[in-house]
């Protein structure tokens, strides 16, 4: 895609408080993990739940963008994207990539966190997939029941819901809670979503002490 002097995909960008251990390592070790996720590439990550994805065209809002590496392949793969992170020096590396990569208003990028993303009330049953990739395990079981109000209240009719969950206990000092497909199957079930598949896999860094699932749900309400 072409240059742009201008790029109104800023707009609506906003500051959030940032507080909490996991946040301060997220902001104190951005450059590091940026080329960590940026080391492998997203079908490799989400093969999982590739074949769900939705019409070209539709809205995917992707929380937890950190690189942006999923959001540039989402919009070059013809969708509009909102990118949340509550991490400020995620949004100054993705919107150089931005400017260098990207003309037009395919992309928005948001600082916010869940469990309540705020600043997407706008965006009511307009969201055709929700992505929560490498999220989960930072919630605790409130913030968890939370988000799940949250995301039946932005997904449209049949949007998709795609969670991958970490298992592993955390190497730093980031928050991990432990996680587990049948506390979200509870979730689904009191917020009308159904699950469409669920996957397990190694962990592409190739951690031998960790591994992934992602679940893949459908709001039928």
Request: glycine share 4%; hydrophobic share 35%; charged share 25%.
């Amino acid at each position: 895609m072409s240059k742009a002097d201008n790029y109104s995909v800023f707009k609506d960008f906003q500051f959030t408080k940032m507080t909490g251990q996991t946040l301060q390592f997220y902001k104190k070790n951005n450059k590091q993990l940026i080329q960590q996720y940026d080391s492998v590439n997203f079908e490799t990550v989400h093969q999982d739940w590739l074949a769900y994805l939705p019409p070209k065209g539709e809205l995917i809002v992707d929380v937890g963008a950190g690189s942006g590496r999923d959001v540039f392949w989402l919009v070059e793969h013809g969708y509009k994207v909102i990118a949340v992170d509550p991490v400020i020096e995620f949004y100054e590396q993705f919107k150089k990539k931005t400017q260098e990569n990207f003309n037009g208003d395919e992309i928005r990028w948001l600082v916010d966190s869940l469990p309540d993303l705020s600043k997407l009330e706008n965006y009511k049953n307009q969201v055709s997939m929700i992505l929560l990739s490498a999220v989960w395990m930072h919630l605790s079981t409130q913030e968890r029941i939370n988000s799940f109000q949250t995301f039946s209240i932005l997904n449209n009719q049949h949007g998709l819901l795609v969670i991958t969950l970490r298992h592993g206990t955390s190497p730093d000092e980031r928050l991990m809670y432990p996680v587990s497909i049948a506390e979200i199957e509870s979730l689904a079930t009191r917020y009308h979503y159904q699950v469409k598949t669920i996957k397990q896999s190694d962990d592409q860094l190739s951690r031998t002490e960790v591994f992934w699932e992602t679940i893949v749900l459908e709001k039928i309400t």
